[in-house]
C-alpha cells in the first residue's frame, strides 16, 4: 500500500494540493488500515517535506484495534476536518468490532464513509459480529442519516451485490441500479442513503417481499438469512 500511495500523497503535499493532516480509517483489516505505519514512518522521514503537523506526528483515527492509531473516537463523537467540514464517528459493530462510518457534511453536501459496512447494494460479511449488530448498523445507525447523503463504501462491489438482489427481489430501484453498475465502472458516491433504502435488499428487511424470499418475518432473522444467501451466492 505505502509503495503505490506514499509517492502520490508526497507529490499532492509538495505542490500544495492536499494538506494532510492525519488518517482516518473504518476498521482494522489490513485493506484499510495495513498502511498506516508505513506511510506515518515514510512521510515523517521525507527531507523538505510540506507537511504542517501538530505535536510532530501524524494522528491517526480509528477503531482501537487499526494500526498505529493514536485516537479512537466515541460513538457519535465530533471531529474537524480541514476548514469548515463537520463530522461524526458512527459505531458500526458486526463486520469487526472496531468498526466505524464516518458522517461528514461540508455545507449542504453530506457524505458517509461505510468502510466494509455498508455497500452499494449490500453489506458486508459478519466476520466479528451478528445479524442482530448488521441490523442496527444498517437499518437504525445509517438508516437515520439524511436520504441525501451520499454513500463511499470501501470496495467496488456493487455488480456482484445486484446480481444477488435481483435474484431476491426485481424492482425498479434494483434495475436501476444493476443498469448503471454496468455501464459505469464506479459507483462510490453515485447513490445516496435514500437509494440504498431502496435498492438495497439489507435494507429493506420490513419489507414483506425480502420476507417472502428468506421465509422470515423478523427484522433481524431477514437479515441473517439474506447474509446467508448472499454468502452461499453464485
Same mark, same amino acid.
Given at each position: ?12 503535499? /509538495? ?13 482494522h483489516h489490513w485493506d484499510h488500515a495495513g498502511g498506516n505505519s508505513k506511510m506515518v514512518w515514510f512521510l515523517l522521514r ?7 503537523? !501538530? ?6 483515527? &480509528?477503531?482501537?484495534?487499526? #494500526? ?8 457519535? #463523537? ?21 468498526? %466505524?462510518?464516518?458522517?461528514? *457534511?461540508?455545507?449542504? *453536501? ?5 468502510? /466494509?459496512?455498508? !455497500? %452499494? ?5 459478519? =466476520?466479528?459480529?451478528?445479524?442482530? #449488530?448488521?441490523?442496527? +448498523?444498517?437499518?437504525?445507525?445509517? +438508516? +437515520?442519516?439524511?436520504? /441525501?447523503?451520499?454513500? =463511499?463504501? &470501501? ?9 444477488? +438482489? @435481483?435474484?431476491v427481489s426485481e424492482t425498479d430501484p434494483i434495475k436501476k441500479v444493476v443498469d448503471f453498475a454496468e455501464n459505469n465502472r ?8 435514500? /437509494?440504498?433504502?431502496?435498492?438495497? @435488499? ?5 419489507d414483506s417481499e425480502i420476507q417472502r424470499a428468506t421465509g422470515k418475518t423478523e427484522p433481524v432473522d431477514v437479515m441473517g ?10
Amino acid at each position: 500500500m505505502r509503495a503505490r500511495v506514499a509517492p502520490v500523497l508526497r507529490s499532492q503535499i /509538495d505542490a500544495g494540493t492536499i494538506n494532510l493532516k492525519g488518517i482516518i480509517n473504518t476498521h482494522h483489516h489490513w485493506d484499510h488500515a495495513g498502511g498506516n505505519s508505513k506511510m506515518v514512518w515514510f512521510l515523517l522521514r521525507q527531507p523538505n517535506l510540506k507537511l504542517k503537523l !501538530f505535536g510532530g506526528g501524524l494522528p491517526v483515527l &480509528g477503531g482501537k484495534d487499526c #494500526e498505529a492509531v493514536t485516537k479512537t473516537p466515541q460513538d457519535g #463523537e465530533s471531529v474537524s476536518i480541514g476548514q469548515g467540514i463537520k463530522g461524526k464517528a458512527l459505531y458500526t459493530p458486526c463486520h469487526t468490532q472496531d468498526s %466505524i462510518c464516518w458522517f461528514l *457534511e461540508d455545507g449542504d *453536501e453530506r457524505v458517509v464513509f461505510t468502510g /466494509d459496512t455498508l !455497500f %452499494i447494494g449490500g453489506c458486508g460479511r459478519f =466476520f466479528e459480529g451478528t445479524a442482530e #449488530e448488521m441490523h442496527v +448498523a444498517l437499518n437504525k445507525t445509517l +438508516a +437515520a442519516l439524511p436520504d /441525501d447523503t451520499k454513500v =463511499f463504501p &470501501g470496495h467496488e462491489y456493487t455488480k456482484a451485490n445486484m446480481k444477488f +438482489a @435481483v435474484s431476491v427481489s426485481e424492482t425498479d430501484p434494483i434495475k436501476k441500479v444493476v443498469d448503471f453498475a454496468e455501464n459505469n465502472r464506479e459507483t462510490q458516491g453515485k447513490f445516496n442513503i435514500g /437509494d440504498e433504502k431502496l435498492h438495497n @435488499v439489507f435494507m429493506r428487511v420490513q419489507d414483506s417481499e425480502i420476507q417472502r424470499a428468506t421465509g422470515k418475518t423478523e427484522p433481524v432473522d431477514v437479515m441473517g438469512a439474506l447474509r446467508e444467501m448472499k454468502n452461499n451466492f453464485k
